[in-house]
Nanobody, 125 residues
Framework: QVQLVESGGGLVQAGGSLRLACLASEMISSIPTMGWYRQVPGRKRELVATITTDDSTKYVESVKGRFTISRDNAKNTMYLQMNNLKPEDTAVYYC???????????????????WGQGTQVTVSS
């Protein structure tokens, strides 16, 4: 079971920037998809961004153009660069590792998805 540890959260004023990091206990080159989620009290956990082993990325529309997801395989670390932060970005941010893939026309998921403990991001006006 992979362990994921987030860091980089904190308090920032609107318009400021933060960079989140997720350190994995195994080679991230072996993880098909990694991503960042966020959650606020009373709301559904939201997918923010994902990145695959071939560096294909996608983002939720509300952060597109402001956030950038990336990975450094040598450091087994995934990042989320957050620029022009807004109060609406305030949430607990979670790192996720998704091992599901498609081979020979079938979905393969040998290992359950893993989650980090979360890191708090607070954006003040």
């Amino acid at each position: 079971q992979v362990q994921l540890v987030e860091s980089g959260g904190g308090l920032v004023q609107a318009g400021g920037s933060l960079r989140l990091a997720c350190l994995a206990s195994e080679m991230i080159s072996s993880i098909p998809t990694m991503g960042w989620y966020r959650q606020v009290p009373g709301r559904k956990r939201e997918l923010v961004a994902t990145i695959t082993t071939d560096d294909s990325t996608k983002y939720v529309e509300s952060v597109k153009g402001r956030f950038t997801i990336s990975r450094d395989n040598a450091k087994n670390t995934m990042y989320l660069q957050m620029n022009n932060l807004k109060p609406e970005d305030t949430a607990v941010y979670y790192c996720n590792a998704d091992y599901s893939i498609v081979k020979g026309g079938e979905i393969i998921s040998v290992t359950p998805a893993a989650w980090g403990q979360g890191t708090q991001v607070t954006v003040s006006s």
